[in-house]
């Protein structure tokens, strides 16, 4: 019987990153066309403390770094070894593209916030989603 190998753990990290990353941006793109955006924590002159838009858009996007780190980490561990049937490959492939095209359709769109503030806004999704990516790439490895 032939020993299963697998992909090295550096490997893993890496590429659960990239797409949790990449996740998490296309949902704080797919957000800020939709009114969830995070530059609203960096508007001044309102009286309220934090919209709850800007507090959806942050769980939002750390669901989706971590989901994605965690997810992409546990199908790449057990992809050598050959347990991910093909229609749950195609199915992963499909819903990657469509996200991403949402997500690159909602970018070339005008922006509905200010310059500054959505720049702000892109860097900390992106701080924020390659955080909780690496998490979750960390903890589906600590457990398989």
Do not use: K, N
């Amino acid at each position: 019987m032939a020993e299963t190998t697998y992909f090295p753990r550096r490997l893993i990290h890496a590429g659960a990153m990239v797409t949790g990353v990449l996740l998490a941006l296309a949902v704080h793109m797919l957000g800020a066309r939709y009114g969830l955006d995070l530059g609203g924590l960096w508007r001044s002159g309102t009286g309220e403390s934090m919209p709850a838009g800007a507090a959806i858009a942050w769980w939002l996007i750390a669901t989706a770094g971590f989901s994605g780190g965690y997810f992409v980490a546990a199908l790449m561990h057990s992809a050598v070894s050959g347990q991910i049937p093909q229609r749950m490959r195609q199915f992963l492939i499909v819903v990657g593209v469509l996200v991403l095209a949402g997500a690159g359709q909602a970018a070339s769109a005008p922006s509905p916030m200010p310059t500054i503030s959505g720049v702000l806004a892109g860097l900390a999704a992106l701080c924020l989603g390659a955080v909780m990516a690496f998490s979750g790439a960390h903890f589906a490895l600590r457990r398989a």
